[in-house]
């Protein structure tokens, strides 16, 4: 199986970007005390930091995109979709096994310099020519999806009913499997199988 992921500017790209993922301690560090705040006032942890959650990259590790990329390419995976894709490491690793399958990487982003970043480290890793990452909310944004969708990535996705809306949806599509990333619902809380509808015992899901 050749190694996409060899590729001199994906490599060099990806070397870049998780090094400035580092930087995501002094954002959380700066967040702290408006994290704090929220708690006093009867808010939620997130509430305090979603300002600040702009600036952080909130990544998987190399060795956790590395796993995302042998699994895409285990299964063969031509049509890989990514829900919150943020500055685009995860992208970069998902991009990079779609063009090794002869297929194509969508992803989404609400956050307009995420967008700007991600779509801009896909060009600089060679990437752009079968990637694209959409503007706004990823119910709307994917709705003219082609099928059939074999690989979806849940990255940073919070909100349980959100979690198990796009489970349910995703097993409704006949999506081949869904991966959840760091920041996820855990896709066993109650309020997700609520949501899903039965969705896990029909869909490969993994986290």
Not at 30 to 50: E, K
Request: net charge neutral; proline share 6%; with cysteine.
């Amino acid at each position: 199986m050749h190694d996409a992921l060899l590729d001199p500017k994906v490599t060099a790209t990806l070397h870049r970007l998780h090094e400035a993922a580092k930087g995501d301690r002094w954002v959380f560090l700066r967040a702290a005390p408006a994290a704090l705040w929220s708690v006093l006032r009867g808010g939620s942890i997130l509430d305090g930091i979603t300002p600040y959650l702009k600036d952080a990259f909130i990544p998987i590790t190399p060795e956790q995109g590395k796993l995302l990329y042998l699994t895409a390419r285990a299964i063969d995976a031509r049509t890989i979709v990514e829900f919150g894709t943020s500055f685009g490491i995860s992208a970069l690793y998902l991009a990079s096994a779609a063009r090794a399958n002869g297929g194509r990487f969508i992803g989404s982003e609400r956050e307009p310099g995420k967008i700007a970043a991600a779509r801009r480290h896909l060009a600089e890793a060679g990437l752009d020519g079968v990637a694209e990452v959409r503007d706004g909310d990823a119910m709307q944004t994917f709705a003219d999806l082609p099928t059939p969708i074999d690989l979806v990535l849940l990255d940073g996705v919070q909100e349980p009913g959100n979690v198990g809306a796009i489970l349910r949806t995703a097993a409704a599509a006949g999506v081949g499997a869904v991966l959840l990333g760091p920041g996820c619902a855990d896709h066993w809380a109650p309020k997700v199988l609520r949501a899903a509808m039965g969705a896990h015992f029909v869909l490969p899901i993994a986290a």
